[in-house]
Structure formats: structure tokens, C-alpha cells
């Protein structure tokens, strides 16, 4: 009888010794040969999407608790020239950011509401721009038109009578940080005021 002849080497390791079926380990080589090109786009695609989502999920929401986590504490607050219909503000504040990154806020627009009716704003104010450093000093001088007569009386009859009032600021602005996308966060104060007859003194939290 002539020799059988032996196998090579290399494909006797790819069979198992139940009628010469291929391992599991072969059979995943020979798919990622065929396939390889399948699974590059499927990793691209994955990666992209984890990408996106830090960049328009997780971004905007630690911007908006970054924000929520700042405090603003009033340093003065100063109403003068008061009309029928408006006043001018002068007013400096300290904005402290507990946050290691230091983002820059856009000026905008914010309402002005006394606690107990924060949907009924007295009046507008344009707070200017900031760069949100550990701690950053802000000043407001403009004049103020008055949008709700009745709530601004109320607010300023509470100071008069009250131990404290809480002032609400809100407003929409755009946040910048690095390279990330521009996110619109939300502004959302409350600073309790001391009222009379004490001397006026300011806090928030």
C-alpha cells in the first residue's frame, strides 16, 4: 500500500478530529477575511455615534449643571429716576463658578419676578457677557422699563414688609466652552433680599 500522505501542518490545525470539520477558531478567521470591511464601517459607525452623543447629550447637560451649580450674590443694588413706567438700575454682582472649566456666556435678556409669581415678571434687564472664571464681577447700569405695574408694586411693598423676598432672574443664553458645540443653557437665580427696616443686604443660593 502506498504511504498515505500527511497533511501540512497548517491545515491539520484547523480540523478537529470529527470528520475533518473546521474549529470554531478557523471559522471566525475565515469571517473576519471575508468581512473585514463590514466590521471597519460597523466600528467607524459606533465610534461616530458615541462622538455625537458626547458632543450634543452629555455636552449640553454638564453645561446646564455647570450653570446650575453657580451661585450669584448681589454686591449692590442701587433704583433711581423711577417714572410712571420705568427706573434705571445700577447693580454689581459676583458670579462664582464651582466648576474646573470656565466657559464664556453670551449677554442676554433676563425677566425679573418676585418668589411666589415667577411668571409674572415686573421688569427685563440685558445681562452682559460673561467669561465664568472661579470668580467674575458683572455690572448692570441701564435704564429699566416696567412690564407689569401691579407685580413690581407688590414686589417692592414685600421689601418694605418683609424680613426677606426672594428676586427671581431668568433667562435663555448661549454657552461657549473650547472647541465644543454652542449649547443654550437655561439661567435660573434666586437671591433672597433682606427687607426693611434693616439695611439691605443680599445673599443667593
Known sequence: MEEEKSLP????????????KQS?????????????WLHLIFFIASTLIIVLCLLY?????IS???VNKSTLEIQSLTLSNPTATSFHLEQTANLTN?????PRLDAFNASLSVGGA??????YIQLPAVH???TTFTHVDQDVQITDMPAFIDYNTKLLTNDSVDLIIKGKTKLHEMRFPV???????????????????????
Request: glycine share 8%.
Open 57 to 61: 447629550v452629555a455636552f449640553p447637560r
Open 118 to 123: 415667577e411668571d409674572k415678571p415686573y421688569a
Open 98 to 102: 464651582h466648576n474646573k472649566y470656565h
Open 24 to 36: 470554531f477558531g478557523a471559522k471566525l478567521k475565515a469571517h473576519f477575511r471575508r468581512f473585514w
Open 183 to 205: 449649547t443654550t443653557v437655561d439661567y435660573h437665580k434666586t437671591i433672597t433680599m433682606k427687607g426693611m427696616p434693616t439695611a439691605l443686604t443680599l445673599t443667593s443660593h
Open 9 to 20: 501542518q497548517t491545515h491539520v490545525q484547523e480540523l478537529t478530529s470529527e470528520g475533518g
Open 132 to 134: 465664568a472664571t472661579e
Open 64 to 66: 446646564q449643571n455647570g
